[in-house]
């Protein structure tokens, strides 16, 4: 707010006085009105804070939602973070998480819309040890794995392959992982990699699902009546997250990588460093065929037209219950470069 200039020459002692006090009551009515206006925004994360969040933390630490009037509040996640019933219940207005598993829960009737790329391609993979003999995904059949029961992939799998295999609930350690070297389980190898080596174990080899035609997003999902309602605010929420994975990943982490670690104690500056040199050499944020950063949170609608289609294939949902009109949207994001 501008101020406007007077003569001090022309104003005696008591009249400083007086301008002073009505300023500083201006100051404050204005911050008041300021801080009342701001809109408040909770976004539940489905992890701990790590580099998988690294747009939202550098945005924050940054100040770039504060300064488009935003009041963001990042809720850690976890094994039972349940991004998706949080955000469609309206306990948080955003969210992070996986596309299909989401396109799942707004059939199921929560209202969720799908608004940015974390990922282009989610780094769910299985990982397997150098010399193990599974070299493809048929080679499956027949064997243990480790994996969140829940994950769409693993029925894509049987059905793509007319395949079977065993399913051990998933227990968030690799510790059964290093010990056994036929060993099988899911993981984001952004990160188990890292501790599979701290624990004394090779770097392990990876099944990528996309390689199987299984291509999802790790992706922001927004409550649908809270982004039709508050336009306005999502748009500055996008804007500043896609410029906070920008800088996080081309410019300086610290902002970012300090602020995990408040949030994160079990965060080591060695962890943080692999995970995002693995996000930045794998062009997870930007897209494996990516030569810059205009694909930051961007989404693809024939993408959503074939993973709605596995979903039918599976018999998950019927034909035509999930439209990508209605599950997705664009309008948020700001204009490509």
């Not at 693993?154 to 010990?179: E, W």
């Not at 024939?302 to 949207?329: C, F, H, N, T, W």
Request: hydrophobic content about 45%; glycine content about 8%; proline content about 5%.
């Amino acid at each position: 707010m501008k101020s406007t200039a007077f003569s001090r020459l022309a104003l005696t002692a008591t009249a400083l006085l007086g301008l002073a006090a009505c300023g500083k009551k201006s100051a404050e009515s204005a911050a008041g009105s300021s801080k009342a206006s701001s809109t408040k925004i909770t976004v539940q994360l489905d992890w701990f804070p790590e580099p998988e969040h690294g747009g939202l933390f550098q945005a924050q630490a940054k100040g770039w939602f504060r300064e488009a009037g935003l009041e963001v509040t990042l809720v850690p996640g976890g094994p039972n973070a349940l991004v998706n019933q949080r955000v469609g219940t309206g306990q948080a207005q955003i969210g992070q998480g996986e596309s299909v598993t989401t396109l799942l829960d707004t059939h199921k009737g929560l209202p969720l819309l799908q608004v940015a790329a974390v990922f282009q391609n989610d780094p769910s993979v299985f990982l397997l040890h150098a010399e193990n003999p599974v070299r493809d995904f048929k080679d499956l059949n027949g064997r243990k794995i480790m994996a969140r029961p829940g994950w769409v992939f693993l029925d894509y799998l049987r059905q793509k392959y007319a395949i079977d295999f065993t399913i051990i609930p998933f227990n968030f350690s690799v510790s059964n992982f290093i010990a056994d070297k036929d060993f099988i389980q899911q993981g984001f190898y952004i990160a188990e990699p890292y501790f599979i080596t701290q624990g004394g174990a090779p770097a392990p080899r990876y099944l990528y699902a996309w390689d199987a035609g299984y291509d999802s997003y790790g992706v922001l999902i927004a409550n649908s009546e809270w982004a039709k309602n508050n336009p306005a605010a999502l748009r500055a929420f996008l804007a500043a997250y896609v410029r906070g994975w920008d800088d996080y990943l081309h410019g300086d982490p610290a902002p970012a990588h300090a602020a995990m670690k408040a949030a994160n104690d079990k965060n080591t500056d060695g962890f943080l460093e692999f995970s995002r040199r693995m996000i930045i050499e794998e062009k997870l944020v930007v897209g494996r065929d990516a030569a810059d950063s205009a694909r930051i949170g961007r989404l693809d609608p024939a993408r959503y037209a074939r993973q709605i289609q596995i979903i039918e294939d599976l018999k998950l949902a019927p034909a035509g219950a999930l439209k990508v009109e209605a599950v997705m949207s664009t309008d948020y994001l700001p204009s490509a470069k």
